[in-house]
């Protein structure tokens, strides 16, 4: 079974669209991530979010929200696509710090 | 804030040398480090990690080094195989109740048969 376990794995659609990505972690795991790789391979985080916090990078359009019916699930959504939404989506999950995996990633292309 | 640099974004190498990748973070804070690989379409793969009670660690084929002083953080592959190429990633942890992982920019590793 994957440990961390994303879908869809690739996705194109048109601006001013909404999408979700939805990522489940078997694992155990109580903290869970969404990050963001742009053309140039930078890796960056959106969002952690364990039962107890929600802490969002400020840098994060407002059009970004993660949603979690439970541990094991974060899902991002995605409001009005823009084409500088365009990049690999990761979601990842860890023991408190410890055990940080990552999934396969979600390629999305808006057009 | 937590910054994290890398000295060379590509890296060839012959198969069967020695590699070293190295990494630069800014805040005397972090006591977590973990570094990555990440394979053409794949998600980013641990590698090796250590703390900052730690100096040196090692895995198979693998050694991080880790100067405090310095806030440097290297990754040694040894007997470089076609099989390690691929874009590695030092992330950190800037401790202080922190569980996000700070990302590098990346370096590319090629390797030569």
């Known amino acids: 079974d994957t440990a961390v376990s994303q879908t869809p794995k690739y996705l194109v659609t048109q601006m001013g669209n909404d999408k979700s990505i939805k990522c489940e972690q078997n694992l155990g795991h109580d903290t869970m991530y969404w990050y963001k790789q742009d053309s140039k391979k930078f890796l960056k985080i959106m969002f952690s979010?364990?039962?107890?916090?929600?802490?969002i990078n400020e840098t994060v359009p407002n059009r970004f929200s993660p949603k979690s019916p439970d541990k094991a699930h974060l899902n991002l959504h995605i409001n009005s696509l823009e084409l500088g939404d365009s990049a690999v989506y990761f979601c990842a999950s860890s023991l408190e710090n410890y055990g940080y995996t990552f999934g396969s990633g979600t390629r999305l292309t808006v057009v | 804030g937590e910054s994290v640099g890398l000295h060379l974004p590509t890296l060839s190498v012959q198969e069967g040398d020695n590699s070293i990748i190295n990494c630069a973070y800014s805040?005397?804070?972090?006591?977590?480090f973990i570094w990555y690989k990440q394979e053409s379409g794949k998600g980013p793969q641990f590698i090796i990690d250590?703390?900052?009670?730690?100096d040196k660690r090692q895995g198979q084929r693998v050694t991080v080094l880790l100067n405090k002083t310095v806030k440097h953080l290297s990754l040694q592959i040894a007997a470089t195989q076609p099989g390690d190429s691929a874009v590695y990633f030092c992330?950190?942890?800037?401790?202080?109740?922190?569980?996000?992982?700070?990302f590098g920019k990346g370096t590319k590793l090629s390797v030569i048969p």
């Open positions: 979010y364990n039962n107890k916090e929600l802490i």
């Open positions: 805040n005397s804070a972090s006591d977590y």
């Open positions: 250590i703390r900052s009670n730690m």
């Open positions: 992330a950190v942890i800037s401790g202080a109740g922190s569980y996000q992982l700070t």
